[in-house]
C-alpha cells in the first residue's frame, strides 16, 4: 500500500483503495528483471512510497462510469511510474541529495544513471499505457512528457529573472504540475464508460486541482515551516525561482523591492528574510490563498455533470483538502 | 536534405530520396516552437546533420511492397528524433563536449539542460510515431527506448570490467545499436502492406546489420585513424570499455594480458599501445571481419522473401557496404 497516507487520504481513496494497492503490487513487479545492473536500481526507484495521488485521480475518475477492464490499472501504473521518472531527472538537474528523506537516485548512483535510469522508466511507463490498447491516451501521454520537460526548460532559463509575467507563471506550473494531473483523471475517464462531455469534465477537474496544488506548494514554500517542508523556507527564492507570492510582490512593489537584490548576490540572507517579510505582511497571502480557492471551486464545478456516487464524492473531498492546505 | 551523404550512400538512398527530403523537412518543422526558451535548443539539436541511415531504413523496408501512406514518413521521422535525443543523453552522461565536430548541447547549455531538452525531444518523437495510428508500432518505439537506455547502463556499470561474456557483449551492442536498426526496418514494414513473414525478414534485417554496423564501430575504434575517426584510437579502452576485439584478446591470452592493467590506473599509455598492438598482430581482427561478415550475409539472407525491387537492391547494397568498412 501506498506509505504514508493519513486519515483523510484513506477516506478520499475508499471507493478505490483495493485498486490502488494492485497499481502498488504492479509497481513492485517492475523491479523485476533480467538485467541485474538494474536490479537495485529499480528496487530504489519503484519503493519510493509517496501519497499515490495521480494515479487515485486515474481510479477515481474511472471509477465514476466504470467498465470492467484493467485498463485503469495499467494506466494509473503508467502515470505514477512517469511521476517516478520525472523526479529522478528533476533531482539530477537540481543536484538534490535527498528526496523525500532518503537519497536522490543520482546521489547515489552519479548523474550518468540517474538520466539513464529515468529514461528507463519514462519508456517503461509508456509500454504500460501501450498495454490499454487506446491510442488516444497513448498520444496525451507523450503530450505530457513534453509539457513536463518544457516546464522544466522554462523554469530553469528564467531563474534568477526577477521580471516574470503572471500567465507566464500559470503556463509554467501547468506544464510542471499541472499537466500530469489533468493526465490522470482525463485518461481515466477515457477508459471507462464516460462520455466526451464527461471526459472533459475531468479533465478541467485534474488541471484545476493541479493548478491549486502547485500554487499551494508554492505558498508553503514561503510560509510552511522547515521541519514540515524537510527543507529550507524560501527554498524557491533561494535558487532563483519567482513563483505566485514573489511574482505579485514584484507587481505590488516595483521599486522598493527586496528581489532583484536578492538574484543579484550579495547580502542574500537579509535579502530573502526581507521579501519573506514583505510576502507574509502584505494582501498577497490572502490573494493567492483566493486564487487556490477559485482553482479548486471551478474543479468542484466541473464535477456536476457528474453522477452522485462515492467516487465523485471523494473527488470533490480531495479538492476541500488541497484549499485547506493552504490555509 | 541529410548532410555528408557520399555518393555510395546517395544510390543506396536513391528510391527513398524525396522521402527522406520530407523526413528531413518535418524535423526542421519540429524546431518552430511557440515557446522561445526552447527555440535555440531545438535549432541546434535538429540541424545535427548526420547520415539519416535509420530513417532510411524506415522508408526503404515500407517501399517494399507499399501502402499510399504518410505513415512512413512519419515513423523515419520519429527513428530519427528518437537518436537525435539519446545522442543527447549519450553526451551527458559521456561529458563529451563535441559530436560532430559541433559543440554538444551538454557544453554549450549545461547538462542540466541537456536531460530536459533530451526528455523533451523522446517526448516528441512518440507523439509522432502515435500519429501513425499503429499501436504496435508505438509499443515498439517504447520498448526501444528501454533497450537503448538499459544497454548504456549495463555498458556503465561494466566500464573497467576486464572480465565480460561474449554473449553479454552481444546483448549490450544489440540494446545499444541493433535495436533501433531493428526497430527503424522493422515498423516501417509493420506501415507497409508487408505480410508477418516479410515483416519479421525486415526485423532480422535491421538486426543483423545493427550489430554488424556496431562491430564495426568498435573494430575502427582499434585499427582506424584518429583523423578519420574525429577521436583518439583507442577510445573504447581509455574509457574502460571492452568491446568485441579487447574480449577476444583476453578469451586468447587470459594471463599474460595487458587489459586488467591498463584498467587499474597506472601506465595507462604504455598498457593501451600494448593492448592495441596485440589485437592488430593476432588473428583477432580477421575473426572480428568474419563476423561481421556473418552478420551481413545473414542480413541479406533474411531479405530473400522480398520482391526483387530498388529498394531491396539498396538495403542489399547497405549490408555491402557495411562489410567493406570493417575491411
Request: proline share 5%.
Amino acid at each position: 500500500m501506498a506509505q504514508g497516507l493519513d486519515a483523510r487520504a484513506v477516506t478520499i481513496y475508499s471507493p478505490i483503495l483495493d485498486k490502488l494497492a494492485l497499481v502498488e503490487e504492479r509497481l513492485q513487479d517492475l523491479a523485476q528483471t533480467s538485467i541485474p545492473e538494474l536490479e537495485p536500481l529499480l528496487d530504489h526507484a519503484l519503493s519510493h512510497g509517496g501519497k499515490r495521488v495521480r494515479p487515485a485521480l486515474t481510479l477515481l475518475a474511472s471509477s465514476m462510469i466504470p467498465l470492467e477492464s484493467e485498463n485503469p490499472i495499467r494506466m494509473a501504473t503508467g502515470v505514477e511510474l512517469l511521476h517516478l521518472a520525472t523526479l529522478i531527472h528533476d533531482d539530477t538537474v537540481d543536484d538534490a541529495d535527498t528526496r523525500r528523506g532518503r537519497a536522490s537516485v543520482s546521489s547515489l548512483w552519479g548523474k550518468e544513471v540517474a538520466v539513464l535510469l529515468g529514461d528507463y522508466l519514462f519508456a517503461t511507463s509508456a509500454t504500460l499505457v501501450c498495454d490499454t490498447g487506446n491510442l488516444r491516451v497513448v498520444r496525451r501521454f507523450a503530450e505530457t512528457i513534453m509539457e513536463l520537460a518544457s516546464g522544466e526548460i522554462i523554469e530553469y532559463f528564467n531563474t534568477f529573472n526577477p521580471q516574470q509575467e503572471l500567465d507566464r507563471y500559470y503556463d509554467r506550473i501547468y506544464r510542471k504540475t499541472a499537466s500530469l494531473f489533468r493526465t490522470a483523471s482525463e485518461t481515466g475517464a477515457v477508459l471507462s464508460a464516460a462520455n466526451e462531455e464527461q471526459v472533459c469534465a475531468l479533465k478541467d477537474y485534474g488541471y484545476n486541482i493541479g493548478m491549486a496544488f502547485q500554487v499551494v506548494d508554492d505558498l508553503l514554500d514561503i510560509l510552511g515551516d522547515e521541519a514540515e517542508l524537510g527543507k529550507p523556507v524560501g527554498n524557491d527564492l533561494r535558487h532563483g525561482v519567482l513563483t505566485l507570492p514573489s511574482i505579485l510582490l514584484m507587481q505590488k512593489y516595483p521599486l522598493e523591492n527586496p528581489i532583484p537584490d536578492l538574484f543579484s548576490a550579495p547580502r542574500q540572507d537579509e535579502s530573502l528574510a526581507r521579501t519573506l517579510d514583505m510576502i507574509r505582511n502584505s494582501s498577497i497571502v490572502p490573494d493567492c490563498f483566493a486564487i487556490v480557492r477559485d482553482y479548486c471551486d471551478r474543479a468542484n464545478r466541473s464535477l456536476q455533470c457528474l453522477p452522485s456516487c462515492d467516487s465523485r464524492e471523494s473527488l470533490e473531498t480531495l479538492a476541500d483538502y488541497i484549499r485547506e492546505r493552504s490555509r
